[in-house]
Structure formats: C-alpha cells, structure tokens
C-alpha cells in the first residue's frame, strides 16, 4: 500500500459534505474491506463504531467508502461517501 495519499478537490468537497474526517479516509484505506469499484478504481469501506452526530441526530456508527487510484508511490482519492446508522460486525 503507498504511504502518500492525496485528496482531490472532488473528494475534499465529498468530505466536507458527508462529515468524513480525513484520518477515517486514511485507515479505511489502509485497513479497509475491498469493494467493487469502475473504471480501474480501487474500493475499501470501514464501519466506525464510536458514536456520531450528524445533521442533528445521533448515531452508532458511521461507514466510510473510498474509491481511489494507485498511481505509482501515491494514493490519490477520487471520492468519499458517509452513511450513518448502525450495521452488524
């Protein structure tokens, strides 16, 4: 896995909106569960466990989902969707 990753405009946008946070980004995708992904991108998601806001509501988890491109030493992140709500380990 490269050590450098960087953000695209796009996806710093996608974050902002849907409050992921950029070290979620990073571990999902340095530990994630692959995922199908188009056009010769690479997919992880990762379930956090510890409790959130969002939009004025509380819940237990949030799921993180990061399509991204290996492009030689470097990561560059293309998009990054948040879900809230709960899902089973």
Same mark, same amino acid.
């Given at each position: ?6 953000f ?12 992921a946070?950029? /070290? @979620? ?7 994630g ?9 690479? =997919? ?6 510890? =409790? !959130?806001?969002?939009e =004025?509501?509380? /819940? ?6 990061v399509?991204?491109?290996? +492009?030689g030493?470097?990561? @560059?992140?293309?998009t990054?969707?948040?879900r !809230? =709500?709960?899902?089973? +380990?």
């Open positions: 896995m490269p050590n450098m990753i960087n695209s405009p796009h996806a710093l946008l996608s974050m902002r909106k849907r409050g946070l950029r /070290y @979620e980004v990073i571990d999902t995708i340095r530990t569960t692959e995922i199908p992904a188009h056009l010769s991108r690479l =997919g992880r998601e990762k379930v956090f466990r510890d =409790g !959130y806001e969002w =004025g509501r509380s /819940y237990l988890h949030k799921q993180i989902r399509i991204y491109v290996e +492009e030493p470097a990561t @560059e992140v293309v990054v969707i948040a !809230y =709500g709960e899902w089973e +380990e």
